[in-house]
């Protein structure tokens, strides 16, 4: 029987997206991977399949037992999942959004972070890149706001089968924007080379596929895209030597030790 991660009960059937209809037929030809519209809802607690699937992703790479007493930035948060973090106690979680909607959010433009160097132990940023207007200004800014062996978290809707991204001079109106990215408010599509991006802002890291950290958890049961890779990188560590030499960087963070 289905069940649910984040509310932690079994559930009939999870509920279709209500508007899969109007999809932009440009995802279909491009078999974009990100939410899976037939199992986009829980019917008990409302939650998506991106909610549920980054859950069990955290919990299976170990993120999940790092949140107690650390620090966190969390972007436009999902609801759900902000309880499941807040109940692991961490020591200073930030709700961030660049529009906030809700009175405990702060803002927070995710192009011009307003924290110090080397201050946040995670950040999650869901579905977010595919809004921002310079992405790498975007992951320069988390590399630099990230400690040594710090984790990033984005998860992002993509086609592995574009070989470049695929982004406009300008910005769209909605109605084309809804075409090529897939949603109005979207100004670009990544492709195969959105690994490249974290990579030249410094960040380490892959996107790891679903069978490597969730064997056996499958759409039907547990309502989430198997095709959907977990967006993880983390920022090195560096090891001194005794006369204060750089030796070499390593991707010490636990989670990349795990993996």
Not at 3 to 13: E, G, I, K
Not at 60 to 72: N, W
Not at 224 to 229: A, F, G, L, V
Request: aromatic fraction near 8%; proline fraction near 7%; hydrophobic fraction near 40%.
């Amino acid at each position: 029987m289905p069940y649910c991660c984040v509310c932690d009960q079994t559930v009939s059937a999870w509920l279709p997206f209500p508007h899969a209809h109007n999809r932009s037929p440009l995802m279909q030809v491009l078999d974009t991977v990100g939410s899976d519209p037939d199992v986009f809802m829980c019917p008990t607690c409302g939650c998506h399949d991106r909610d549920r699937h980054l859950w069990l992703y955290m919990r299976a790479s170990g993120v999940k037992s790092q949140l107690k007493g650390a620090s966190i930035l969390h972007m436009a948060p999902e609801p759900h999942l902000e309880v499941l973090i807040e109940a692991a106690q961490p020591a200073n979680y930030i709700r961030g959004d660049l529009y906030p909607q809700r009175p405990h959010l702060q803002r927070v433009d995710l192009e011009d972070l307003p924290f110090e160097d080397n201050s946040l132990d995670l950040i999650i940023c869901n579905h977010i890149l595919e809004h921002v207007h310079h992405p790498d200004v975007a992951l320069s800014e988390i590399h630099r706001v990230l400690k040594p062996g710090g984790i990033v978290i984005a998860q992002t809707p993509y086609a592995p089968n574009l070989k470049h991204t695929l982004e406009m001079k300008t910005v769209p109106d909605s109605q084309t924007a809804h075409l090529l990215y897939g949603q109005a408010d979207h100004v670009r599509l990544f492709g195969d080379d959105i690994r490249d991006y974290f990579h030249a802002a410094g960040l380490q890291g892959d996107l790891l596929a679903h069978q490597a950290l969730l064997p056996g958890v499958t759409k039907t049961e547990f309502g989430c895209n198997e095709r959907e890779p977990f967006f993880v990188f983390w920022k090195a560590r560096q090891t001194v030597a005794n006369d204060g030499a750089d030796v070499r960087d390593e991707a010490a963070s636990s989670l990349a030790e795990a993996v």
